[in-house]
């Protein structure tokens, strides 16, 4: 049976029937160019010259395609949707720089790839359990998990359902899920490095919660650096902090308060530098001329504090964009890298140290 023809004549088929739409590879061919670049000019992706954009819209006003959510479904018994997946509170989300420049990275991948993100916030285990019972009726094609915790249950949770997903990070060193993450133990190792060639010698540091592998290995780095300076380590210069700026502040203070004679800080996040500086202020200790102090992110947080915060940038967006990228291929079943990826880091060298 054929389908009735639409304008410019495309008659598109999904599974073998005529549906009477023009296809992607219709519009594409048309214009001269190939279907993923149909798909980046639809989703408005900036990745394209003028003169490419003006061939697809030329050749999409000609065949009369608009794109179809459901054709697609049937096409490939997809849903267009993924889940980015972040198990923390409002409050968190929109205070921390790294979770939006990790969304930013993701969306731009997904949107040349014609998926739209769904975002959630999984903050109990009644909202996880909800979340789970969401992804049983096969409303996303695949998951994106952002700020595990060691002990989460959710990435193997995903993985039963056979749903394909990524991580942001990971729970262990041994992490059987397909991950992207930065080299947290090299970010310490810097840090440190940088601290005791300025002549620092009492180094303290504010780590993440040891539940997280991100804090235990940036904790790694760090004593791999002392005892790489020839630096005897001393665990009165460690304080528990939690990646908010509350969380270094008290951990800040928690230091002081011990009377450690420190002239350093490595703080293991850029949000959390910003509450161990304030405190630092409050007490009469002027950075870096008192204390140094040097963060991770390299986060605008970094770049606005007073004075300007020397810190090891991990590539957050390009963290997003290839974890985006692994999940794509997981769900096309196309793998075409590696599952599970360390990005390097670099430090940035500013006033604070």
């Given amino acids: 049976m054929s389908g009735d023809v639409v304008p410019g004549g495309g008659t598109g088929e999904v599974n073998g029937r005529q549906t009477g739409r023009p296809t992607l590879e219709e519009v594409a061919a048309r ?10 000019v639809i989703n408005g992706s900036p990745r394209v010259s003028e003169r490419t954009r003006a061939a697809v819209e030329r050749a999409v006003a000609e065949l009369g395609y608009v794109p179809d959510q459901a054709a697609r479904v049937l096409a490939g018994s ?3 949707a993924v889940a980015l997946v972040i198990p923390e509170t409002e409050a968190r989300l929109f205070a921390e720089p790294y979770f939006l420049d990790l969304m930013r990275g993701v969306s731009s991948e997904l949107a040349d790839a014609e998926k739209q993100l769904l975002l959630t916030l999984v ?30 249950p959710l990435p193997d949770r995903i993985g039963g359902l056979g749903l394909p997903v990524v991580m942001s990070g990971r729970r262990s060193e041994a992490e059987p899920v397909p991950y992207v993450d930065s080299d947290n133990i090299g970010a310490g190792r810097a840090a440190v490095a940088h601290l005791v060639a300025r002549g620092r010698k009492r180094v303290a540091t504010v780590t993440g919660p ?10 790694g780095g760090y004593r791999a650096g002392l005892a790489e300076a020839g630096l005897a380590p001393d665990e009165g210069l460690v304080a528990v902090g939690d990646f908010t700026e509350e969380g270094g502040r008290r951990a800040m203070r928690e230091l002081l308060e011990r009377g450690s004679d420190l002239d350093a800080v490595f703080a293991a996040s850029d949000v959390m530098a910003a509450g161990a500086r304030g405190v630092l202020r409050e007490a009469g200790r002027r950075v870096p001329e008192d204390v140094a102090l040097v963060g991770v992110d390299d986060s605008p947080v ?17 963290m997003g964009r290839t974890m985006a990228r692994i999940l794509l291929q997981e769900i096309a079943g196309t793998p075409d890298e590696p599952r599970r990826r360390v990005l390097p880091t670099e430090l940035v060298v500013r006033e604070s140290c």
């Fill in 31 to 40: 214009a001269g160019v190939g279907r993923g670049t149909v798909s980046r």
């Fill in 78 to 80: 997809r849903t267009g």
């Fill in 123 to 152: 903050r109990d285990e009644r909202e996880r359990q909800r979340f789970e019972q969401y992804l049983a009726s096969r409303r996303v094609d695949g998951v994106l998990l952002a700020s595990v915790h060691g002990d989460d």
């Fill in 210 to 219: 040891p539940d997280m592998y991100v804090a235990r290995a940036r904790l």
């Fill in 302 to 318: 970094a770049r606005l504090m007073d004075p300007p915060l020397t810190s090891v940038r991990q590539p957050i967006e390009e």
